[in-house]
């Protein structure tokens, strides 16, 4: 545009000078030239006229290309905000993976430990698994070795209990009083002197029935029966109300035995202190029965039981 100015301006100036120059001048010749200038003016002057327009449309273009790059302007802002937060969104997304690659590491660490635990602990099932395979086949072994030794126990508990039947009054073993022998006769095979005493008065008991023996021989036995089981219980600890229990059990047995020839009588706890027992002086109540009362075949007192 400065440019057509600058022409426009010259032709201006141009045409002033030939005005200037032929102002007195009006031959044909001069009003030709005149005439040519005019036209030369005239076609500069729609030649400017052109350039105007020119002009014209490229200031609109001008003005048009500002208002878009004051648009580009105000995008750019916007885009540099966008930028700017999708800067810190990267910068916060590489803090992110920075962390998840830091706890990705830890984590790949963690799983070698693992497998290294893993492969620890297959080793140990495995040796495990043979050792138990190993145990199973001693366990079975001792099994079968176990049972060869019951299956001798038993045998040999048979065989004694045999031979110790031929010892004890018949039938005792299989009564309700047989646990309570076998026990004295474990105890006695212990060295125990009470046990010991129960034994040898059943055996004294046993050798009153055998034909040829005397019939007080079997008073005298249970006599020492009973006061063998009285030194065994009450050496146990037992309280009154058990060894009076205990006793009862006894009599009902050897009452039971067919001609016994005598009478075996265990008074009750609380009554009054019977004739035929020896008491303490000033007791007039039962609180423990010592020993049971042995009777005859006629009734009569063999032995006094004792109380107290």
């Not at 545009?1 to 301006?9: Q, S, T, V, Y």
């Not at 209990?161 to 010892?167: E, G, K, N, Y």
Request: charged share 25%; hydrophobic share 40%; net charge negative.
């Amino acid at each position: 545009m400065a440019r057509a100015l600058d022409e426009l301006k010259k032709l201006n100036e141009q045409h002033r000078s030939l005005q200037s120059e032929n102002l007195s001048l009006f031959s044909g010749v001069k009003d030709k030239k005149i005439s040519d200038l005019e036209k030369s003016l005239d076609a500069s002057a729609a030649l400017v006229a052109k350039r105007d327009e020119e002009i014209v449309i490229k200031n609109k273009k001008l003005d048009d290309s500002i208002i878009e790059l004051d648009a580009l302007k105000k995008s750019e802002g916007s885009l540099l905000v966008e930028l700017t937060n999708s800067q810190g969104l990267l910068s916060e997304a590489k803090a992110s993976l920075c962390s998840e690659q830091s706890t990705h590491n830890l984590l790949k660490v963690a799983y070698k430990s693992l497998q290294e635990s893993e492969r620890s602990l297959m080793t140990k099932q495995a040796e495990l698994e043979a050792t138990i395979t190993e145990r199973n086949g001693q366990l079975e072994a001792n099994q079968q070795t176990i049972t060869c030794l019951r299956d001798e126990i038993e045998t040999f508990r048979a065989n004694v209990s045999r031979r110790l039947s031929q010892f004890m009054p018949t039938g005792i073993l299989e009564s309700k009083i047989g646990p309570q022998v076998a026990s004295f006769e474990d105890e006695a095979a212990a060295g125990d002197a009470s046990a010991l005493g129960v034994i040898a008065g059943l055996s004294q008991l046993r050798a009153a029935f055998v034909q040829g023996a005397e019939p007080d021989d079997r008073k005298a036995a249970v006599k020492s029966v009973g006061a063998a089981l009285y030194a065994a219980w009450s050496g146990k600890s037992l309280d009154a109300k058990s060894i009076h229990a205990n006793f009862l059990q006894w009599q009902g047995f050897l009452n039971s035995l067919p001609s016994a020839g005598y009478q075996l009588v265990v008074p009750d706890l609380g009554q009054s202190v019977p004739t035929g027992v020896t008491a303490p002086a000033g007791v007039t109540k039962v609180t423990e029965v010592q020993l049971w009362i042995i009777k005859a075949a006629d009734g009569g007192i063999y032995a006094r039981g004792v109380v107290r």
